[in-house]
């Protein structure tokens, strides 16, 4: 009788921890899915943060970097010339805007540094 009673125990923990495991994956799953936007956006921060528009979230100050910053946008202008031809119209119009925005503030601060 014993033995009944331990396999009954264990099969309800192993249905309880792969119910837990099946949770945690699907909260995690959106976080996951890496796509070229999510990389795109996050170079763009990145950019954006080394140009003292963002805070940076490490220091949770306000810091500028302009090496940092025009060596993001050069990566992002590559980027843009390997990509050409194999994104879809959103990502385009996206990877267009922010490269454009990026630019144009990387040249606004050199300007207002001088």
């Known amino acids: 009788m014993k033995g009944d009673v331990k396999k009954k125990i264990d099969e309800e923990w192993k ?28 170079l763009s921060m990145q ?5 003292g528009k963002l805070e940076n979230p490490l220091t949770r100050k306000i810091e500028k970097n302009y090496e940092q910053a025009r060596f993001l946008i050069d990566t992002l202008g590559i980027l843009k010339e390997k990509t050409k031809g194999n994104l879809t119209p959103d ?9 454009f925005n ?13």
């Open 102 to 114: 990026l630019r144009m503030i990387y040249v606004q601060e050199k300007e207002g540094a001088r």
């Open 15 to 42: 249905t309880q921890v792969e119910k837990e495991r099946q949770e945690a994956d699907e909260k995690n799953e959106a976080f996951h899915q890496t796509t070229f936007t999510i990389f795109l956006s996050s």
């Open 47 to 51: 950019a954006m943060i080394a140009l």
């Open 91 to 99: 990502e385009e119009t996206l990877f267009n805007e922010s490269l």
